[in-house]
């Protein structure tokens, strides 16, 4: 039994009429025993569910733990509270109040749900979160305050969301965080010094990093620069990183003030230009 089921309707006219009694009784007990396998273990693979269909695909499936929704809504969250990994990637119409039923979420993207009607206040219920998406939600109504909520993500993915309202000061918040994206952020020196435990960091388009934030980098293994082209990186930011870091990509990066001897110090990296 994989981890889906298909329900078949069965009965006058459905499309198992053509089978004998007997048949259809074999038939009948195969669905029992899988609604008994259902109620007792998850269903781990991806779901795909319109958000009009949310409540109903709630009531079929309780065990399910993955659910992409299109265009989901407030109404539709309400009705998936029981879902670890949910993407909503692109929803229009989810505002804080949807978030609010978001408490047993492990893995949620929110990726180009830019509205303005998701601001701080979203974030107050995800304390289970451990993975969060928010690419391209560049709102101003998502500030630093977010990501106090935040404390427990390993993997954040907040590319462009390049708003005035997040600074710095956001990231003394995410000290756990192993795997980060800030690409085309406006992140600075200062936000460095909360990131020592960083393995994974997309720092692509960000033009105010200089020499100073690479000190804090301590477990960095890969590091990507796309895009970067300012004269404030110099080889001492590669010789701060060479002793763990593993992976350099640096595709469109024209770093005046980097020689060859700062891509001597990275003996133990992979480049990628």
């Known amino acids: 039994m994989g981890d889906w089921l298909a329900v078949f309707a069965l009965g006058d006219g459905g499309p198992l009429a053509f089978l004998s009694a007997r048949d259809l009784l074999e038939v009948r007990r195969l669905c029992a025993e899988a609604r008994r396998i259902v109620a007792k273990r998850p269903i781990t693979c991806w779901f795909r569910v319109p958000a009009a269909d949310a409540a109903q695909f709630a009531h079929a499936f309780p065990r399910a733990t993955k659910c992409r929704v299109r265009d989901a809504t407030d ?81 954040l993915n907040m590319s462009g969301a390049d708003q005035i309202t997040i600074t710095d000061e956001a990231f003394a918040h995410l000290r756990g965080v192993r795997k980060l994206n800030v690409s085309e952020c406006q992140i600075t020196d200062g936000a460095f010094e909360h990131l020592q435990n ?27 620069m796309r895009y970067c082209c300012q004269d404030t990186i110099t080889d001492l930011a590669f010789t701060r990183v060479a002793p763990t870091l593993r992976m350099l990509v ?24």
């Open 75 to 155: 109404a539709a969250l309400s009705a998936l509270a029981h879902i670890q990994h949910l993407d909503i990637a692109g929803s229009p119409a989810v505002t804080d109040a949807g978030f609010a039923h978001l408490i047993n979420v492990v893995t949620l993207n929110m990726s180009r749900c830019r509205q303005r009607a998701i601001t701080d206040e979203a974030f107050v219920n995800l304390r289970r979160l451990r993975m969060l998406d928010m690419a391209g939600c560049n709102q101003i109504s998502i500030t630093d305050g977010a990501f106090a909520h935040l404390r427990d993500v390993h993997t």
């Open 198 to 224: 960083v393995q994974a960091l997309d720092i692509s388009g960000c033009l105010s990093v200089t020499d100073a934030a690479f000190v804090h980098l301590r477990n960095i293994r890969r590091l990507d």
């Open 250 to 273: 640096l595709f469109m990066s024209r770093l005046p003030n980097v020689t060859g001897a700062g891509f001597a110090q990275l003996t133990r990296a992979q480049i990628i230009q």
